[in-house]
C-alpha cells in the first residue's frame, strides 16, 4: 500500500475539512431555522487523493512532500457549495469570510466575468488558522481549502463541460462546443429570472 503524500498530517487534513464543514453546515442550519430556506442546496467535499496529489506535484515540479501537498498547493481540501439562487452564492461567500481564523488568499468571480466558453463559478481559496500542527512545523496551523460555489444550473452545465474536455473521440466537438455556450447563456438568463421572481415574493411578504 502506497503511503500518504500527506504523511503525519493525514489525519489532521481531515479534521481540518471537518471543522469548515462543520461551520458552513451550522449556518445553513441556522439560516433554515431563520428563514425557513437553508443557505445552499447541497454542500460536496473532499480530500484530494493520493494520486491525484501526486500526480498534480510531479507537474508542478514539486517534491512529492507533504509540505508540497499542504502548502505549495493550495486545494488538497476542496469544497463545491451548490445555491437555488444567485444571491445565496454570495450569501455564503460573506459567512465563509466571516468564519474565525479564514483568511482569503484568492478569489475568482466567473459569474460576473464568465469564461469565453460560458463557464460560470465562483472560485476561493482560503487559508484556515487551526489549533494542529501544519506543514511548516507551526502550532496553531495553516491549512488551505478550494471553494467553488454555482448554482445548480451552473453545476449541471459544468458536469457536461467536464464530460466533454475529458471524453475522447467525440463527434462534432464544434457543434458541441457551440451548443454548450449557448446552454450556458440560457440558464444564466433563467438564472437571474429565478432570483428575480424570489425576489418579488419575498417582497410581497
Known sequence: MTESIYGAYAETLQQVMNRLVDSIKAYNTSRKEKNGEGAYEHLIYRIKSNDSMMEKCTRKGLPQTAHSALWDIHDAIGLRIVCCFLDDIYVNIDNIKAIPG???????????????????????????????????????GHYFAEIQLRTIAMDSWASLEHQMKYKHNIKNPE???????????????CDVSMQTIRNLIHTDQ
Open 102 to 140: 479564514c483568511r482569503v488568499v484568492e478569489e475568482k468571480d466567473y459569474i460576473k466575468n464568465v469564461k469565453p466558453n460560458g463557464y460560470r463559478s465562483y472560485h476561493m481559496i482560503i487559508e484556515l488558522e487551526v489549533p494542529y500542527e501544519d506543514a511548516n512545523g507551526d502550532t496553531p
Open 175 to 189: 457543434l458541441i462546443v457551440r451548443e454548450l455556450k449557448r446552454c450556458a447563456d440560457e440558464l444564466a438568463s
